[in-house]
Each structure stands twice: as structure tokens, then as C-alpha cells.
């Protein structure tokens, strides 16, 4: 069924075919909208956000309409995962219907028993977001976290991953912007030593609240996969938009779950009038589009990620990008081949990482000092 519902996206994408006679693979699942720090980048800071957790109607509803054709849900959105008390039971859910899932923490809520729960789930990727090297610069962006708590949760939750030989794929991100450029190196080269973290991920802002001109004006070359493909963003209220970024643009819902269907949704015409903009090479005219910063795949990437099944693209997806970055800014691939809205110059680094060694000096004790220059023990 998944793979019947691929080829018929992938059809309508290539096609441009404004009604899809399909569901999307991925979805972005807010389950909590909660959050309990401050971070100036985040698009909650602009949309505030109600102290509310997806109520299980909500979620069940969809997990059940999408089951036959979803196979990954990234359980996040503008809230702290850790905050959704029932986010360990929202894991094991969407495994019982074939959804892998993914989520994102700001690690402040990563304490041991949290961490022993989480790795009994069958969580499958987990983002940790760090977004610095020194206590300074990452207290600066995550306001509200201890920098030493933050990180020594990190580090033993990537140690016991590796001690239990778990699959679950560990990706620490940092968010490149002007205050933390100057310790990409030293972020990388800490977190490479850290046993149980898979990949190292810096990327660029794509919300450029902190640099609100970086978003206009953009000039779209190809359709966006997005409005075939997914991830659909799914609000904790139920309210359904074509992307991530639609709500944080100020996007209108397309529809609300609880009280429609996926098809009538995804085939509804506001989605349909995007997709069929888009074909046209009008992107530009659609309010959030033409202020998206989101890097958008050329369309020879966007159809590759429906020919395999969405757990593969998510676990490829980092090389992709790091490949597609280095190798193809330019050439065959079109004008670069994710057509990132930042410049070349900028462009997002993304490390590839074996499984790091357990040396001793891996293992070694780090104090809570200011700039963690050794791993500190769990």
C-alpha cells in the first residue's frame, strides 16, 4: 500500500497534477505547544503559543487516517516533545501502525529516567539541538537552559544509545547565525568525540527572525515537493497546513483534522490552486512562498525521495544535503541543487560521521566549566 501510494505521488509530482489521488508520506506532528525556554530564532516568539498538548482524539484520528500511507512522523512543531506527557505512548502508537517517528529536544528535560524511557521506545531519530560551543554563546540562544546541564544530558544520553548498541539515529544540530558562526569547529570537533552521535549537523537559519531581510524576495525555480510529498504540518489543535513553514508565515489552515478527512484536505482546493501555481512558475504569488527560506530540492532529489521509502530518505537525508551542498552548487543539478535562499559562501556544512571511537580521551571527565573542551562524563 505505502509503495502503491509513492508511485502515485510520485506521478502526480512529476506530472504536475494539482489533484493527488494520494496521502502524504511525512508528516510534522505538533503533539505539545509547549515550551520551556526562550530562544529568539523561534517562530514562537513571534506566534505565541498556548500551554496545550494535542488532545489524543486529535492524534489517534490521524494516525489512523494516515496509517496505511504515512511512514514517518516528526512528533514536533513549536513545543518541547519532552513536555507532551504522553509522547512515549505517541512513539510506541505510530510503530503499531508502521510510522517511524522522529523528534527534537532542547534537552532540558533529558535527565537519566527520561533518557532510559526514550531509548525503550522505538523512536528511530532523535535531533539535540545545541546551538553553540561556549556557555556564553549557547545561553545567549537558549535562554532559560543551563549549558552544563544541557550538554552533560546530551552526552549521556548518546553514551547509554551507545552502550546498548540501540539503532536509534542521533543527530546533534546547530543552527548557524551570526553570534555562534565562529565556533562551528569546535562544536564539530567536540560532539565527533562524543560516542553514540551519528551525525553533526550546522545548518542555516531557515526562520531569519534574527535576520528578517534574508527573507524576501525569493525567486523560485521549480516546483515545491512539499505539496506532494509532505511533511504536512499538523498543529496541536488539529489545524492542517501544507508545510512547516506555512504557519510561521502566517499561512491559513487548509483544513482541521478533527473535523475533516486527509483527502478532503490534501485535495482541498487551496492546495490544489498552490500545486497548480507552482507548476506555472507562480510560485512567487502565494504570500508564504515567496517568503519561504526553506531549501527546496531540485526535482531530481525530490523525486528520488519518493522512490524510496521514507524511513531510508530521512536517514540519507543529512548526506544528501552535505553531497548536494559540496559537490553540485552548480551544473546538472540546476542552480544548486537544493536551491538554498542563503549564499553560496554560506552555505550549510554537514559532517558524516562513522561511530566515534571509544578512546580514553573520549571518556575522560570534562569540569562545568565555560567551554566544554572534553567530554563530560554522564
Given at each position: 500500500?505505502r ?7 510520485l506521478?502526480?509530482?512529476?506530472r504536475?497534477?494539482a489533484r ?11 503533539t505539545?505547544?509547549k ?10 516568539e ?11 482524539q ?12 504515512a ?7 513549536l ?13 510506541h ?6 510510522i ?6 532542547n534537552g532540558?528535560?533529558?535527565?537519566e ?9 522505538p523512536l528511530e531519530?532523535?535531533t539535540?539541538s545545541?546551538?553553540g560551543y561556549s556557555k556564553?554563546t549557547?545561553?545567549f540562544y537558549?535562554?532559560?537552559a ?9 552526552v ?8 546498548r548498541k540501540s539503532k536509534?539515529q ?12 565562529h565556533e562551528?569547529?569546535e ?6 568525540a562524543v560516542?553514540?552521535v ?8 531557515e526562520t531569519?527572525?534574527?535576520n ?9 525555480k521549480?516546483?515545491?515537493h512539499?505539496?506532494?510529498r509532505?511533511?504536512?504540518y499538523?498543529?496541536?489543535n488539529?489545524d492542517?497546513y501544507?508545510c512547516c513553514q ?16 486527509l483527502?478532503?484536505?490534501f ?5 490544489m490552486?498552490?500545486r497548480?501555481l507552482?507548476?506555472a512558475?507562480r ?9 519561504c527560506c526553506?531549501a527546496i530540492?531540485?526535482?531530481?532529489l525530490?523525486a ?17 544535503e552535505r ?5 553540485f552548487?552548480?551544473?546538472?543539478f540546476g542552480?544548486?541543487?537544493l536551491?538554498p ?5 554560506t552555505?550549510?556544512?554537514l559532517?558524516q560521521?562513522?561511530?566515534?571511537a571509544?578512546?580514553?580521551s ?15 562524563d554522564a
Amino acid at each position: 500500500m505505502r509503495a502503491w501510494n509513492r508511485a502515485k505521488l510520485l506521478w502526480s509530482f512529476l506530472r504536475g497534477h494539482a489533484r493527488v489521488p494520494a496521502l502524504p508520506v511525512e508528516y510534522i506532528v505538533e503533539t505539545t505547544a509547549k515550551c520551556n525556554i526562550y530562544c529568539p530564532m523561534c517562530p514562537r516568539e513571534t506566534h505565541p503559543q498556548p500551554k496545550e498538548d494535542m488532545e489524543e482524539q486529535t492524534f489517534q484520528r490521524l494516525t489512523d487516517s494516515a496509517a496505511a500511507t504515512a511512514e514517518h512522523m516528526m512528533l514536533i512543531g513549536l513545543g518541547e516533545p519532552l513536555l507532551d506527557r504522553r509522547i512515549f505512548d505517541r512513539i510506541h502508537h505510530c510503530a503499531r501502525h508502521g510510522i517511524s517517528t522522529l523528534i527534537s529536544t532542547n534537552g532540558t528535560l533529558l535527565d537519566e529516567q527520561a533518557a532510559e524511557r526514550l531509548l525503550s521506545t522505538p523512536l528511530e531519530h532523535i535531533t539535540l539541538s545545541f546551538d553553540g560551543y561556549s556557555k556564553e554563546t549557547f545561553e545567549f540562544y537558549r535562554k532559560g537552559a543551563r549549558f552544563e546541564r544541557v550538554r552533560d544530558n546530551f552526552v549521556r544520553f548518546c553514551r547509554m544509545k551507545h552502550e546498548r548498541k540501540s539503532k536509534l539515529q542521533i543527530v546533534v544540530q546547530m543552527v548557524r547565525m551570526d553570534g555562534n558562526r565562529h565556533e562551528v569547529e569546535e562544536f564539530a570537533r567536540f560532539w565527533r568525540a562524543v560516542p553514540g552521535v551519528d551525525l553533526i549537523r550546522v545548518k542555516e537559519d531557515e526562520t531569519n527572525l534574527m535576520n528578517p531581510e534574508a527573507a524576501k524576495g525569493r525567486a523560485w525555480k521549480h516546483p515545491c515537493h512539499y505539496l506532494w510529498r509532505g511533511a504536512m504540518y499538523v498543529k496541536h489543535n488539529g489545524d492542517v497546513y501544507p508545510c512547516c513553514q506555512s504557519y510561521m508565515l502566517d499561512g491559513e489552515p487548509l483544513g482541521n483534522i478533527n473535523s475533516q478527512g486527509l483527502p478532503e484536505i490534501f485535495n482541498g482546493p487551496a492546495m490544489m490552486e498552490m500545486r497548480r501555481l507552482h507548476v506555472a512558475g507562480r510560485a512567487g504569488e502565494i504570500g508564504i512562498c515567496s517568503r519561504c527560506c526553506t531549501a527546496i530540492p531540485h526535482p531530481i532529489l525530490a523525486a528520488g525521495s519518493l522512490v524510496l521509502h521514507g524511513r531510508v530518505v530521512r536517514s540519507l537525508l543529512p548526506l544528501i544535503e552535505r553531497l548536494a551542498y559540496r559537490y553540485f552548487p552548480k551544473g546538472y543539478f540546476g542552480d544548486g541543487a537544493l536551491n538554498p535562499q542563503t549564499p553560496a559562501s554560506t552555505a550549510p556544512d554537514l559532517v558524516q560521521l562513522k561511530p566515534p571511537a571509544t578512546s580514553a580521551s573520549a571518556r575522560s571527565s570534562s569540569s562545568a566549566d565555560s567551554t566544554p573542551t572534553r567530554t563530560p562524563d554522564a
